[in-house]
């Protein structure tokens, strides 16, 4: 007996040992897949085809690996507007690159100054006398600037163009909420900062309109002015005036019409369109039928990285809604950020910090956390940009205030220096099923913010002073910034919304530029004779990228079918119903004083966050009524 105990002592030591072994093993092939990238070399004479099956971001969203594979399909596709833009200009001087293809069938939306961005790299190729072509579906606003660049645009049969100009629904609950006896207690500053309308009133009140009219017409405008600078015969009037018209006059055909409106140029399916790339750079009966010799967006970058020369310009990007904590990309967490800048300044490796923002703003406390990490960095001696792209507002602003130069582009959103708070309470809700609240306190703001038996006044004064004394400070800080009193900052301020060109005028900002304008001018003040950008923070690309080919989704496949026109527009609206979860969820946050612009999300229809699903469970107030209900 004591033998064969022997034997299997040894028998199950072997197993665990092999156990281990395999588990090595598989941990090291994983971390191995995970840290693939595009193997450069790749790239053959023909196009460059960058297939935007997705929506053009500032900075990618990270998602949790689990969320990944329960969902158990791949996630929407985000492309950084600076890579996207940095392909198409290095192939302008790329032998091996004989045209540009941008195909925009699964398209999912871009805001104005990135698409601006991209549609200026689209000249620089066109420049060097290489053909750029875009093909769509269904072309509207955003795809319309960027096919205004190309030399061919080319639509569908079956699809067509639309040019709706910007504005629409804004979302308002104050029906919903009295329906089911919720209050909403506000506490703001700001004749303009309407972000707390949507819980307080049904409509918008006659100073929000003014503003977003003037804000919507800024933007109309100056897209108006590009597409028709880029592609003359393009008639915008047309298209906008009437567009019922407009399409009747084409029997209805709306790929016609969009040739007659001068918004493409020809019409064809997939296939002629990649016989007509084929007869540019070069037919590839391998590829199928319309296939054509070329490299991919992600094979040009791996073999075309950004250059590492000269001094290294520190970039940090502060994009989406400003949260604490550690959250991002995607979104900006003040603490990840404050800590990237902190450890940028502390390595000593950088000439000059550039910091890229792209955010309607969100929580004071965070907005504060990276505003001061900046401050620091500007204290150190270390030259300080701000670029600001399609948003800089409220809390966007506010991170923005420590910086020696600030650039804008005309299509920007700035401003909204305005702060506000909002707190439900269920008191009447509740009573009206029996439910009541009691209790006993030893303070006036003992047990408060009770969010079921009602804020006291004392609470409500405090909130309300707290608010106020926020605003003060984002009074001084813009103040000290623009080297102007806090009474002559308060009279632009009041919550209202600006455009780049006018914040220029009025100080807020210091000059028009792109993100590489800023970069050159942070450059110039380190005194480096070369430079390059070097862009900080966490790449979301490993995880997301390897477990996205496990789904099946590499990005060059037609995974997900386009639909027809008006399933593509209803598709593109599709965000109105997550913005109803985001507003319900802002409702019954925790995060206290906001400096937020909600009203900017109303200046570009876009796909959902691939977090947005998360919101549904913030709305819990939401599942709290359906309980009781």
Request: aromatic share 8%; charged share 20%; hydrophobic share 45%.
């Amino acid at each position: 007996m004591k033998f064969a105990r022997s034997v299997w002592k040894v028998l199950v030591a072997i197993k665990d040992g092999l156990v281990l072994l395999f588990l090595l093993l598989f941990f090291w092939a994983l971390y191995a897949a995970l840290t693939l990238r595009p193997t450069p070399g790749q790239v053959r004479d023909g196009a460059l085809t960058i297939t935007l099956d997705g929506s053009v971001v500032e900075e990618r969203s990270a998602l949790a690996p689990a969320q990944l594979l329960l969902s158990g399909e791949a996630p929407a596709h985000e492309f950084q507007a600076r890579d996207v833009a940095r392909a198409i200009e290095t192939a302008a001087d790329d032998s091996r690159i004989k045209a540009v293809v941008i195909d925009l069938e699964q398209f999912t939306g871009g805001r104005q100054v990135h698409m601006s961005r991209i549609g200026a790299a689209m000249d620089k190729v066109r420049a060097a006398h290489k053909p750029v072509l875009v093909r769509a579906l269904l072309y509207t606003d955003d795809a319309v600037q960027l096919a205004a660049h190309a030399s061919e645009a080319w639509v569908d049969p079956i699809g067509g163009a639309v040019v709706t100009g910007p504005g629409g629904s804004q979302l308002y609950y104050k029906a919903l909420m009295d329906r089911f006896k919720v209050k909403a207690h506000i506490f703001k500053v700001g004749t303009y900062k309407s972000a707390v309308e949507p819980y307080a009133r049904s409509d918008a009140s006659p100073e929000a309109k003014e503003n977003l009219s003037a804000i919507y017409g800024a933007l109309w405008s100056a897209w108006k002015a590009e597409v028709t600078k880029a592609r003359p015969k393009a008639n915008i009037d047309l298209v906008t005036r009437d567009p019922a018209q407009w399409l009747a006059q084409s029997g209805g055909d709306m790929a016609q019409a969009a040739v007659k409106a001068g918004l493409v140029d020809k019409v064809g399916d997939k296939i002629a369109f990649g016989k007509r790339v084929g007869d540019l750079v070069g037919h590839d009966p391998a590829a199928g039928e319309g296939g054509y010799k070329g490299c991919t967006l992600a094979q040009y970058l791996a073999d075309k990285p950004a250059p590492t020369t000269g001094k290294a310009i520190a970039v940090v990007t502060v994009a989406g809604t400003i949260v604490d904590g550690d959250a991002g990309p995607g979104s900006a967490g003040g603490t990840r950020i404050a800590n990237l800048i902190d450890q940028a300044v502390a390595s000593g490796n950088y000439a000059a910090l550039v910091v890229r923002v792209d955010s309607p703003g969100g929580s004071v406390t965070a907005a504060e956390r990276i505003r001061a990490a900046i401050a620091r960095a500007r204290a150190k001696g270390l030259p300080v940009a701000v670029s600001m792209a399609n948003l800089a507002a409220s809390g966007g602003y506010w991170v923005s205030t420590p910086a020696q130069r600030v650039f804008a582009e005309p299509a920007t959103i700035t401003g909204s220096i305005g702060v506000f708070a909002v707190i439900p309470s269920f008191e009447d809700t509740l009573a009206s099923y029996g439910v009541t609240a009691d209790g006993v306190r030893t303070t006036p703001l003992s047990g408060q913010p009770d969010v079921v038996g009602g804020l006291s006044p004392q609470f409500e004064a405090l909130s309300q002073a707290s608010v106020e004394s926020y605003y003060a400070r984002f009074l001084r800080l813009v103040a000290d910034a623009r080297h102007k009193s806090p009474q002559d900052i308060d009279k632009i301020a009041q919550g209202r919304v600006w455009d780049g060109g006018t914040a220029r005028q009025i100080g807020l900002v210091d000059q028009f530029g792109e993100l590489e304008d800023a970069v050159a001018w942070a450059a110039k003040a380190a005194k480096a004779d070369s430079w390059h950008a070097e862009f900080l923070g966490r790449n979301p690309g490993g995880w997301q990228g390897f477990l996205s080919g496990l789904m099946g989704d590499d990005g060059s496949s037609d995974s997900r079918a386009a639909g027809d026109v008006t399933g593509l527009l209803a598709q593109r609206q599709q965000a109105l119903g997550w913005r109803v979860l985001a507003d319900l969820g802002r409702l019954n946050s925790t995060a206290g004083a906001q400096v937020y612009c909600l009203e900017c999300g109303g200046t570009a229809a876009m796909a959902p966050p691939p977090a947005a699903q998360g919101l549904v469970a913030q709305a819990s107030w939401l599942a709290l009524l359906g309980k009781l209900l």
